[in-house]
């Protein structure tokens, strides 16, 4: 196995791009004077990476087929989505993390497929 198949670099940067997404929802989520202390329309933003987090996971792990497209769209919507949810809060380094999270499905997609295992 090598290392490009250990470690697949789109599913790692949506990942890391998704957990930057939570990490400063909750920091404007939390901190005053950032214009959205308390928001709900932040806890939906938050939610929001926080299912993008797992998508990660799933497009890492699930292999290519019908759920990896399925799962690849659903990322796509919900990156857009949290992109212009954070645009209208005015959280420009949110909008800004999820960009990178739009750039990882791109290198997902455009990645190598994994060869399935012979059953033993």
Do not use: N
């Amino acid at each position: 196995m090598t290392s490009s198949h250990s470690h697949p670099l789109g599913p790692i940067m949506v990942l890391v791009a998704a957990g930057a997404g939570v990490l400063l929802g909750l920091y404007y989520y939390f901190t005053p004077l950032t214009g959205v202390t308390g928001a709900p329309g932040m806890l939906l933003v938050i939610g929001s990476s926080l299912a993008l987090v797992l998508d990660a996971f799933i497009l890492w792990f699930g292999g290519r087929g019908w759920l990896f497209g399925v799962f690849w769209v659903l990322g796509l919507l919900g990156a857009f989505g949290t992109i212009v949810a954070a645009w209208f809060l005015h959280a420009w380094w949110l909008a800004a993390a999820i960009v990178f999270v739009f750039a990882g499905l791109i290198v997902t997609l455009a990645g190598p497929s994994q060869p399935r295992r012979a059953a033993a």
